[in-house]
């Protein structure tokens, strides 16, 4: 079995989110997501969601193409992650290309493009 995993807050789920999921998923047999606790995100993302964890991961959960959801607590948790989970691939969008190129000893590492034209942060300025 081929696992795959991604990282992310997943805040006001949008179109180019459930992408990434299809697409990460395509790429193994099971999908695993870290997904951002509110605590992380307040401290250390220095940015808030507007959907708590259990809302956030309620919803990923309902999505076919993920298996899995495990929290994100911390940056450095990723390496344990991976090892944890006997992971094969580790995928994330292309606007965090090279950032987690200190998985490659470990795991495949994939950055796949964005969808264009959607964002949360474009979502949050369009509600303003």
């Known amino acids: 079995m081929k696992k ?20 990460a998923k395509e790429m193994g047999d099971y999908l695993i997501v870290g997904l951002s606790t509110d605590e992380f995100n307040e401290f250390k993302k220095h940015k808030e969601a ?18 899995e959801v495990i929290p994100e607590e911390d940056w450095d948790q990723k390496i344990s992650d991976v090892q944890k989970y006997n992971i094969d691939t580790f995928v994330m969008g292309d606007d965090w290309r090279g950032k987690f190129d200190f998985l490659k000893p ?16 474009k979502i949050k300025e369009d509600l303003k």
């Open 4 to 23: 795959v995993i991604t990282y992310g807050t997943f805040d006001l789920l949008h179109y180019g989110h459930v992408r990434l999921l299809k697409r």
């Open 50 to 67: 507007y959907n708590t964890y259990p809302e956030r991961k309620y919803i990923l959960e309902a999505i076919r193409f993920v298996d």
């Open 106 to 121: 470990y795991c495949d590492v994939v950055y796949l493009p964005r969808t264009p034209g959607i964002s949360t942060t």
